[in-house]
């Protein structure tokens, strides 16, 4: 089966501005969560989407949002970027027997 | 709730020698637990799963975690490190199938020659 995909792999944007982020999920999977590696604070848990509804968030400003389309692929949005929004984005796919998949990730740099 | 915590932020072990990697976890209810590996610049591999079944969990590249409830911990294991081991791991805990994931802090295994 394939993977879970990320685009784009690196970003750049200027304080201020708006980033979107892609992800699609296994393929047939419903669920996609987004986690954010920030240096210095770890694997922190973003949003959750299944069946195209936002199921949990973690404790991220409103400015983090996003959305689930039918097909079952996500978008990331950050609004007003600010330099600590700077990380590694990664999407993960819960698949079969509590395992989960992991995309590559899009480093995100806001300068 | 949960919580997990690697014990360890950095490990520094010769190549040829065992590794320990440290993990405790707090949960309200069985947990489903993982380690998953991060080389630099890559995205998350995972290593291996305890689900209730098997205690000792065998996972990939000869890495292996003994889940033991009255210790609540999760240590991962490798009898002879190689350089490729050289990553950073995360121990992961989790309700369910389908809930969040919810990491320890990470330990950076350093692998000299």
């Known amino acids: 089966e394939a993977g879970v995909t990320q685009s784009p792999t690196h970003l750049i944007k200027t304080r201020g501005q708006q980033a979107t982020l892609r992800c699609s999920p296994i393929?047939?999977?419903?669920?996609v969560y987004w986690y954010q590696q920030a240096l210095g604070l770890g694997l922190q848990f973003l949003l959750w989407y299944d069946e195209g509804e936002e199921r949990n968030r973690g404790n991220f400003p409103p400015r983090f949002s996003g959305r689930q389309f039918p097909n079952y692929s996500s978008e990331l949005n950050v609004n007003a970027l600010e330099l600590e929004d700077s990380a590694l984005y990664l999407c993960?796919?819960?698949?079969?027997?509590?395992?989960?998949?992991f995309g590559s990730g899009t480093r995100l740099t806001v300068v | 709730a949960q919580s997990v915590t690697q014990l360890d932020s950095h490990v520094s072990v010769s190549e040829g020698t065992p590794v320990l990697l440290r993990c405790n976890y707090s949960?309200?209810?069985?947990?489903?637990l993982f380690w998953y590996v991060q080389h630099p610049n890559k995205g998350l591999q995972l290593l291996l799963k305890?689900?209730?079944?098997?205690?000792l969990v065998k996972g990939i590249n000869g890495f292996e975690a003994e889940f033991k409830k009255s210790e609540t911990s999760f240590h991962l294991t490798k009898p002879s490190a190689h350089m490729s081991d050289a990553a950073e791991y995360f121990c992961v805990v989790t309700k369910a199938a389908g809930n969040k994931l919810t990491f320890g802090g990470g330990t950076r295994v350093l692998v000299k020659p």
């Open positions: 993960a796919s819960p698949g079969q027997g509590y395992g989960y998949t």
């Open positions: 393929s047939g999977h419903t669920s």
């Open positions: 305890y689900t209730s079944a098997a205690t």
């Open positions: 949960s309200s209810y069985s947990p489903s």
